[in-house]
């Protein structure tokens, strides 16, 4: 598969950044998904020119920083009609963010659960946020590939991560602001999950604005030395 990064921070962009958003494509070509579309992940999305391609959207969940570049994405499917409504995987709560994506007709809406889109095939595991969240695994090309989606600390999270071949993990915070309460692993914690369920690479993300990235690299990199982290417009063959 052919991972593109369309956005790495949350719950808001840096200046000339984007939050959440995946293009993930077959090593064929012929299946194409994005995974979440935060604020900026469309411009970036239009420069990737994989817009006509899509053949689903996936939405860990409906914080804005996730979905939010779906409601202009209507108008941009205006200009670049489609045969069939675009498929939107998405938690069915938040309802009110879920009825604004319901009422796009451009959108054929369905809940998180276990789906065959092209090549590639879509399971989900619920995540720790305050909202209703899945963590996201694409099985593909002999490969998986797994986005923890936002979350903290959870023993079925950790099983579902099991054996990534690239593991993309919530760095939301640094470890001097996590707590076990908190809404984010930790970038220490995402080294250690990836440690613990034996990822071959692991992809820091969700970046806040106020922490620097490079810092919360090193703080992973304690306990997986390979760790690497999500740049825009990266790409990554898994
Ligand atoms: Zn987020
Ligand atoms: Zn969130």
Not at 8 to 34: F, H, M, V
Not at 138 to 151: H, I, N, Y
């Amino acid at each position: 598969m052919k991972l593109t990064i369309l956005g790495n921070n949350g719950p808001y962009p840096a200046p000339g950044g984007a939050c959440s958003g995946y293009l993930l494509e077959s090593d064929s070509g012929d299946t194409c998904i994005l995974i979440d579309c935060g604020t900026g992940a469309l411009a970036n999305l239009m420069a990737s020119g994989a817009l006509d391609r899509l053949d689903a959207v996936v939405l860990s969940h409906l914080h804005y920083d996730h979905m939010s570049d779906l409601l202009p994405m209507q108008y941009a499917i205006q200009f670049h009609p489609r045969k069939h409504p675009l498929p939107v995987y998405a938690p069915l709560t938040p309802e009110p963010v879920r009825a604004l994506l319901e009422s796009a007709p451009c959108y054929d809406l369905w809940p998180c659960e276990d789906a065959t889109v092209g090549e590639m095939k879509l399971s989900f595991n619920p995540a720790r946020h305050p909202v209703e969240t899945f963590a996201v695994a694409v099985r593909c090309d002999g490969a998986r590939f797994v986005f923890t989606g936002d979350s903290n600390t959870d023993a079925l999270v950790e099983l579902f991560c099991e054996g990534a071949d690239l593991l993309l993990a919530d760095a939301g915070l640094s470890a001097a602001d996590w707590k076990p309460t908190a809404p984010h692993y930790s970038a220490a914690l995402c080294g250690q999950l990836a440690k613990n369920t034996r990822a071959k690479r692991l992809l820091l993300t969700h970046f806040n604005p106020k922490d620097d990235p490079d810092a919360l690299l090193q703080e992973a990199r304690e306990f997986f030395p390979a760790a690497e982290r999500a740049v825009i417009g990266d790409i990554h063959y898994i």
